[in-house]
């Protein structure tokens, strides 16, 4: 979620789920997000695994990277 102080802020960026075990199922979103802060992005392309989410945005001229291990399963 993206904090309330930056929801309304001009964001630009992209989602990547990096596989470590196969780049063939690395996938990269453009940012999107309702309006409560909450990422939007298809999910039904990805394989199930282990991924590591790298988020990368600008919001307000500032950058921001997060980099989080997910668990994919269908």
């Keep these: 979620l993206i904090p309330d102080s930056l929801r309304t802020a001009d964001r630009v960026g992209d989602v990547h789920f990096y596989c470590p075990y196969d780049s063939q199922n690395d996938i990269k979103f453009a940012l999107k997000t309702k309006d409560d802060g909450t990422l939007i992005f298809d999910t039904a392309a990805l394989k199930d695994g282990?991924?590591?989410?790298?988020?990368?945005?600008?919001?307000?001229?500032?950058?921001?990277f997060i980099e989080k291990d997910v668990n994919i399963s269908s």
């Design 50 to 64: 282990r991924y590591i989410l790298k988020l990368n945005c600008n919001l307000n001229g500032k950058s921001y």
